[in-house]
């Protein structure tokens, strides 16, 4: 049946949903990338809770969904932005969702990291020595848990340091007392504008510098890099910069194909909020190129970043609406409900375009549920034929 999906400008469109989705099924592990899928929470829609209160979330459900991705081949990068770190959930929803997710990724053989930020600073400017602190505090809990740590980007660190110095310095002691190779997440402020100036300069050359200076100080402790700047040219440039032996996990929601299809002279692995959406043909595409079949991965792959394009449009920190809302009509969750009240972040038309651009790409196991709960929310809306 034709859906009349509203656009930008008011205007109804009809269009007539897929019926078949496209065959995905598990397969063998990756040979020739590391992929993590940055897994979003499923809150829970029950509970009585307002923005500002603790998040209250659906752990069933929510781990369900880890094991989604573990099934197709995919690491879980844990309790990062994607799961609404900073917006909704906080440190301690955190260290469970933490705790929770690495005992079941122990017993599903599933791989996983998981972000190491300082969020727990919530009482206005924090010292150096507090930043630490907050950091050592969040390692602790992902090393005892038996997770790979990353170490994500520090609104505290951000607002705190006055010089390059100040980010040597704490990352140095951190990178000193780590247990094992951790992952170094540099995320740019399209993604929180908190975050303007990290590595002690606005001026991104000026910042890279101080980034390799960090890993170059430590490659023994640095298994690799995330870098969410979504600039293709600039990520490329820092890859052919690293250390022998460190990795760069690209975590541009832009141009991911390119980037980890590589060329001559490397390539990237991956850490992407879009493969959460994406995960059995993001899977089966790599596996394509495990094969050495780089056409074919492209084949695959680059049809999907239109829809992340969308998804991850400015206010880019409010893609976590889009990826929820998508789990919710791939069915992975029985509402679209989530932590923070952020299923308001985006518009009917915004959501409208996101499905559509979804269902071409055959991203629903099952179209009819998806196009029945699309017809929920365009009526909840007010929308009628």
Known sequence: MTLHLPDAHGTLRAYEPRTEPLASTPGAPFTSRTVFS?????????????????????WDATLAFRRHLWAHGLGVAEAMDTAQRGMGLDWAGAAELIRRSAAEAKAAGGRIACGVGTDQLTDGPATLAEVRAAYEEQLAVVEESGAQAILMASRALAATARCPEDYLEVYGH???????????????????????????????????????????????????????????????????????????????????PELIAGDDQGFSHALLGIFDPLGPLAAEAVRVLDTGDTDGFRALLDPTVELSRHLFQAPTRYYKTGVVFLAWLAGHQSHFTMVGGLQSARSLPHLAR????????????????????????????????
Request: with cysteine.
């Open 354 to 385: 996101a499905y559509e651009l979804a269902d071409r790409l055959g991203l629903f196991p099952d179209p009819k549920l998806a196009e029945d709960r699309m017809r929920t929310l365009l009526h909840l809306y007010g929308v009628t034929p």
């Open 174 to 256: 951190l990178l000193r007392q780590a247990a094992e190779p951790v992952i170094l997440h540099w995320l740019g402020p399209m993604f929180d504008p908190a975050l303007e100036g990290y590595w002690g300069a606005s001026d991104l050359d000026a910042a890279t510098v101080t980034f390799l200076d960090v890993i170059a100080a430590h490659p023994d402790k640095v298994d690799g890099i995330k870098v969410s700047l979504l600039d293709a040219r600039r990520e490329t440039d820092l890859r052919r910069r690293l250390p022998k032996g460190v990795r760069c996990y690209t975590g541009d929601d832009f141009h991911y």
């Open 38 to 58: 940055a897994a979003h929470v499923v809150a829970d829609p029950y509970a009585d809770t307002t923005p500002d209160s603790p998040a209250a979330v659906d």
